[in-house]
């Protein structure tokens, strides 16, 4: 089968197509024929060498959501032939990355793709939509309690947003001008400017802090000081700070939610109900992988780039 992956680590160009001896699944597992994977940050982060790969062998295939149908099933799968799913993938796992015509995955880490969505628009829901569910688990916070949100006009913050005032929550969220009227789209009750002064923005409209905020735009230090005493922050790249001020800081980590498949069915129902939006930015050529990484490195990518294979 094709992969896009690299056998040395570097820019977008490191980027290649490798022929590698096609997968089948194991009992309780089923290779989906991948009709579509979504390009994400974390991505660009494991072609450039920053993601531990452990005992993986090159070449390395990034991509972390795909879409397509089912196209063998190993023993006892409840799943069928021809089945439309999506899934969560994890390149340094048993089965890779989903940049790869064929993709193997347990039962439990799919789900069926939403109805009247294609399998672009859906492959960019799995791994951005479980990290905000795993996100607001862990936030735990009430209705009406206070949630900021950074980086909301990127594909998480946007389910962040979505998912957090379908909860009840009041929302500040931050956006340039080019994506005020997006960020408003998403429900937020109040949106400020972004930026390395976002905390004293947020602060005009909360004086003693928000309840917790989630930090898509990896502000760290910058972003902290607009949580109240007690309050609770949302890393998403494990920042090992520490705020002060009794903050507890809630690292988030995806890599938990691949066997969760009642989740994606959640979200799942979440799109098919208007509460979560998907938005996909451009489609390409999976041999095209190398420009669709220079594109979302280049900043200013609203929604997801996603590779047809």
Do not use: C
Not at 77 to 98: C, F, K, N, Q, Y
Not at 247 to 274: A, C, D, F, N, Q
């Amino acid at each position: 089968m094709l992969v896009i992956g690299v056998t040395s680590f570097g820019g977008p160009e490191a980027l290649a197509a490798h022929e590698v001896p096609d997968p089948h699944p194991g009992p309780g597992e089923v290779r989906i024929r991948v009709r579509a994977a979504a390009v994400s940050p974390t991505d660009t982060v494991l072609r450039a060498g920053g993601q531990p790969l452990g005992e993986r062998r090159p070449p390395y295939v990034p991509g972390m959501d795909a879409a397509g149908t089912v196209d063998e099933v190993g023993e006892g799968s409840a799943w069928r032939v021809g089945d439309a799913v999506m899934a969560i993938a994890l390149p340094r796992g048993e089965h890779g990355g989903a940049y790869a015509e064929l993709l193997v995955a347990p039962d439990d880490s799919i789900a069926r793709i939403p109805a009247n969505t294609d399998f672009a628009t859906a492959s960019t829901l799995p791994m951005n939509g479980l990290t905000a569910l795993q996100i607001l688990e862990e936030l735990d916070l009430q209705p009406e309690q206070t949630l900021a949100v950074t980086g909301a006009a990127g594909t998480l913050g946007n389910y962040v947003v979505e998912l957090a005032k379908h909860q009840g929550l009041t929302v500040v969220a931050d956006a340039a001008d080019r994506d005020l009227e997006l960020v408003e789209s998403l429900g937020a009750d109040h949106v400020v400017a972004r930026g390395d002064e976002v905390a004293e923005r947020i602060r005009e409209f909360f004086p003693e802090g928000v309840d917790a905020l989630v930090d898509a735009a990896v502000l760290n230090e910058k972003a902290a000081p607009a949580v109240r005493d007690g309050g609770r922050f949302a890393t998403v790249r494990h920042w090992d700070g520490n705020p002060g001020r009794d903050i507890t800081v809630h690292r988030i980590s995806v890599p938990r939610e691949y066997r969760s498949g009642h989740k994606l069915e959640i979200l799942r129902r979440w799109v098919e109900e208007g509460v979560l939006t998907l938005r996909v930015a451009g489609v390409l050529p999976a041999a095209e992988a190398a420009e669709a990484h220079r594109r979302l490195e280049s900043g200013g990518v609203r929604g997801r780039l996603v590779l047809r294979f």
